[in-house]
């Protein structure tokens, strides 16, 4: 019933899922029963089809169009994220328990105990701990990259 890092819950309001990143730390359970930190710290994890909408608006590619997508180009684009080379995302498999998806850490929120309990259902999933420590380590690694704007040379004279 207590949430944990890790546990993947599912919007009372729509087919929306969410991943607990919370350090496990702030989670910890304390002798009042309550834990170190006053907000649940979430993440999305946008369905492929969320994810490849995502990606063509990128490449400005209009929506309607991801149906005019090749299976090659909708695999690339997959393959691209599940190999960690887009570094906002990570990939989760589909289970029989759980549809997959990938986590965007680019869409966070943070909710109170009485936010959460009116948003989102109990928590019915956890990522495995070995694999845990993969998703933790990217989020942390996404969030302190140092990171360097990218300066268009022609404009800036």
Known sequence: E???TGCIVKSKNSENF???MNPACDLAERDNGGCNTDRALL???DAETDFLDDELAKKRVRK???QALTENERKSSIKSARQHKIFY???LPE?????GGFINFRKIATHTQEEFDQTFEKPSTQ???PFLKDVVARFSSYYAR???PDIDYEKSR
Do not use: L
């Open 2 to 4: 207590r949430i944990n």
């Open 18 to 20: 969410y991943i607990v």
């Open 43 to 45: 993440a999305k994890i």
């Open 64 to 66: 309607p169009d991801i």
């Open 89 to 91: 995302y990570h990939w």
């Open 95 to 99: 289970t029989e328990f759980f549809t």
């Open 127 to 129: 990522v495995s701990s």
């Open 146 to 148: 140092q990171g360097q």
